[in-house]
């Protein structure tokens, strides 16, 4: 049980595109649901926080117009990344919170990896 | 807010020895505390977590101590296993705030 995945595990797209990364949770339905990035050699960086049917919570230095996130379900997320340019190239990561949970486990998709050209 | 530090940033032991990983962290209110595997290109794994209400748990060769007091805990690998290599995250959070990651620990475990 608590499986989280991510479509598409790797992306590749030209600078100025915009790129929808999708994070679903499977077999549990997730209230929150969380997006990191993680730079090489690096710990994983929280960039937002999405609640469904609500807006997101951005953590400080985030664009949030740059990275549009949706959250119209309970077991589906979505990140979409305007306008990209190389420096967006990373690593994606969704986690989902369990809605029957009492605490805050998280738990993690396999991750997608961005690289802008 | 919380802040979560972790050490070693690597750590390099023999297959069948221990090894250790240490986190402390600064947030009295934190009562969650997680931690993580993640192997390359892939995303973390959660291996074993302890909340704030008990100071040990274990699970076949890992286990995690907790000292409130002191704020830190520590994962604990047993009898390691190349398999074992991997980046170890810790992670604190009060209640349902956001999770807070260390830094990571890369282990090694050579045959």
């Known amino acids: 049980g608590a499986v989280v995945s991510q479509h598409p595990s790797w992306v590749i797209c030209k600078s100025g595109t915009s790129v929808k990364i999708e994070c679903r949770s499977l077999d549990f339905q997730a209230t929150t649901m969380f997006w990191y990035r993680q730079f090489p050699k690096q710990s994983l960086m929280l960039m937002a926080t999405s609640n469904e049917g609500s807006k997101a919570t951005y953590e400080q230095g985030v664009e949030k117009d740059k990275f549009l996130i949706n959250h119209a379900s309970l077991t589906l997320s979505t990140l979409t990344v305007t306008s990209a340019h190389p420096e967006d190239s990373s690593f994606y990561i969704c986690s989902a919170r369990d809605l029957a949970e009492n605490y805050n486990e998280q738990f993690f998709g396999p991750g997608t990896r961005l690289t802008v050209l | 807010g919380e802040n979560v530090e972790q050490h070693p940033s690597t750590l390099s032991v023999q297959e069948g020895d221990s090894a250790v990983i240490k986190c402390t962290y600064s947030d009295s209110a934190s009562n969650y505390f997680p931690w993580y595997k993640q192997e390359l290109g892939k995303g973390p794994q959660l291996i074993i977590d302890?909340?704030?209400?008990?100071g040990e748990k274990k699970d076949q060769r890992i286990a995690v101590t907790l000292n409130k007091t002191a704020k830190h805990f520590s994962l604990h690998i047993t009898e390691t296993q190349p398999e074992d290599s991997a980046v170890y995250f810790c992670?604190?959070?009060?209640?349902?705030?956001?999770?807070?990651f260390g830094t990571g620990t890369r282990l090694l475990v050579s045959p």
């Open positions: 302890i909340r704030s209400n008990v």
């Open positions: 992670a604190a959070t009060p209640g349902f705030q956001k999770l807070v």
